[in-house]
């Protein structure tokens, strides 16, 4: 507590509730001082000749001069002799604080030198007054209940060789610790994506046995996606992971690791103890001696703080508060905000999905898990597809305009069938068009027959083509050109044929009589 000068009138105060028969303790409450300042100015006024059977008016300026000189004689500017003595070491004192020395270390620099123990209050407060420090006093937070609270930290350990690139990389250690117990978990990767977080999480529920009901992450990209002190927007695919397994998500303010000052004190104890100085064969080698690491020496050792063994303490009063061990891998989703293409289709973790609906232009929202992939517009679900490997498509034909779906998804049968409701005739020339190795190739004639249909009337399209399949002559273009030329009008009867009394069936290939004659040469033309 910083160092507050009493003033005449509050020592007059004092005085006068003492002769008013009140004691030490509602003395000091009502004059807003210490119980043990209270008591010194009293025992002051007993030597000074006061009693409590003395008059108010006995309180004179003398006597409350006599007592101030007894009371404080050498602080004439509010300090005692500790603190002229770290007057004259000021310049040395600043010389440590530049070095970056803490005051604990100071303090234990000048009684080591001097012989003189100085308090650290007095220490501290000489330091923000008198130097240049950037320290700032903090305030110890309470803990909390067992198993309410895991604190969750990235902290960078050193190089590890990777045997699958041939090379050191950076080692990460995502680190949890337990607030109540201190029990410590750390998870190795060389990334930190949020398929790392989020596996780095599930590790952790297996190692601690349960999953706590807060946990307070670090501003970890993979984690929150816009940093707020009182409210921070989270990521989509973490909050979601947060909802399943059934734990609550309190991210520390920037720039504030009092916020998270047990996994803080965690991160240099994990690399300094157990990285530092070690060889390792490859990541899971390190992840596996890491683990016995936090059962052995993290978890057994005498705690500074609890003093107390943070496994002993986790196992016998936050393991059994912990919630449920997941028993299920979780399936981690991809969220994305594609925009619906020309074609009726987005494109999500490299597959196109068609959608429904006038939506070209649009940014959508999409979730894609392990076997679905769910498509949202202004917030409501609007289709599902099977998840598709990247390069494939999934199309729903409904999700296509009528007048594009067929050519888009080769639908011959349907196609047929439009062919067949323009009459009998068109329909077998339309199947007979389509009779083919690659009959896709052959649905543009098909789309073209129709097409003759609607420009000419129905039953000359259905006469032109029987005739056409009569002749076995299977060509959209030779049809057409008969329906131009006006053919199924002009065209002679074909001679008939009698196989049997009553029966006439005309002959294929049939021919008028005058083809057959042979006629002599004209005048003038040359025997």
Not at 51 to 72: M, P, Y
Not at 87 to 104: A, F, H, P, R, T
Request: hydrophobic letters at 35%; a positive charge.
């Amino acid at each position: 507590m910083a160092f507050r000068e009493v003033s005449v009138l509050e020592i007059r105060e004092v005085l006068r509730l003492w002769l008013a028969d009140q004691g030490s303790r509602r003395i000091a409450h009502g004059a807003d001082l210490d119980r043990k300042t209270v008591r010194r100015y009293i025992a002051a006024a007993e030597r000074a000749g006061l009693s409590r059977e003395s008059k108010l008016q006995e309180i004179t300026d003398e006597v409350l001069g006599r007592i101030v000189d007894e009371v404080r004689p050498a602080r004439p500017d509010g300090h005692g002799q500790t603190w002229q003595f770290l007057l004259d070491k000021k310049s040395e004192i600043q010389d440590w604080l530049d070095q970056g020395l803490k005051m604990i270390k100071i303090q234990d620099l000048i009684a080591r030198e001097t012989g003189t123990i100085i308090p650290y209050t007095t220490l501290r407060r000489f330091c923000s007054t008198q130097c240049d420090t950037k320290e700032k006093s903090t305030v110890r937070i309470d803990d909390c209940e067992p198993g309410s609270e895991l604190q969750v930290d990235f902290g960078r350990l050193g190089l590890l060789y990777d045997p699958e690139q041939g090379r050191n990389r950076l080692v990460w250690g995502l680190v949890f610790t337990a607030v109540y117990s201190r029990h410590s978990f750390v998870y190795l990767s060389f990334r930190q994506t949020l398929a790392t977080v989020i596996d780095g999480f599930e590790a952790a529920w297996q190692f601690f046995g349960g999953v706590f009901k807060v946990a307070i992450p670090d501003n970890l990209k993979p984690v929150v996606d816009r940093a707020d002190p009182t409210s921070p927007k989270l990521n989509q695919a973490f909050l979601e992971y947060s909802q399943a397994r059934g734990f609550f998500v309190d991210p520390a303010r920037v720039r504030h690791p009092q916020d998270k000052a047990r996994v803080e004190r965690s991160v240099p104890f994990v690399r300094n103890s157990f990285f530092k100085g070690e060889r390792f064969i490859d990541l899971p080698d390190a992840q596996r001696r890491g683990e016995q690491w936090c059962l052995g020496r993290a978890g057994q050792r005498i705690h500074r703080t609890t003093q107390r063994r943070p496994l002993e303490v986790f196992e016998l009063e936050e393991k059994p508060k912990l919630l449920a061990t997941p028993t299920e891998t979780y399936d981690l989703p991809i969220y994305a905000d594609p925009k619906v293409h020309k074609d009726h289709h987005i494109e999500v973790d490299r597959a196109l999905y068609s959608v429904p609906g006038d939506l070209i232009g649009q940014y959508i929202k999409a979730r894609a898990d392990r076997n679905l992939v769910r498509v949202y517009y202004r917030g409501k679900l609007i289709k599902t597809h099977p998840r598709q490997p990247r390069g494939k498509r999934c199309t729903d034909a409904n999700d296509l305009p009528s007048e594009r779906s067929v050519y888009a998804m080769r639908d011959l049968e349907h196609l047929k069938r439009s062919a067949l409701f323009q009459g009998q005739y068109v329909g077998l020339f339309a199947e007979a068009l389509l009779d083919n190795p690659l009959p896709w190739t052959k649905m543009r004639q098909v789309y073209r027959l129709l097409g003759l249909v609607r420009r000419f009337d129905k039953q000359r399209v259905n006469e032109a083509c029987r005739q056409a399949l009569e002749c076995e002559a299977v060509d959209v273009n030779l049809v057409g050109r008969m329906l131009e030329r006006n053919f199924d009008r002009q065209a002679p009867s074909a001679p008939r044929c009698a196989t049997a009394p009553g029966n006439v069936v005309p002959l294929r290939f049939a021919r008028s009589k005058r083809e057959f004659q042979v006629t002599g040469p004209t005048e003038g033309q040359d025997q």
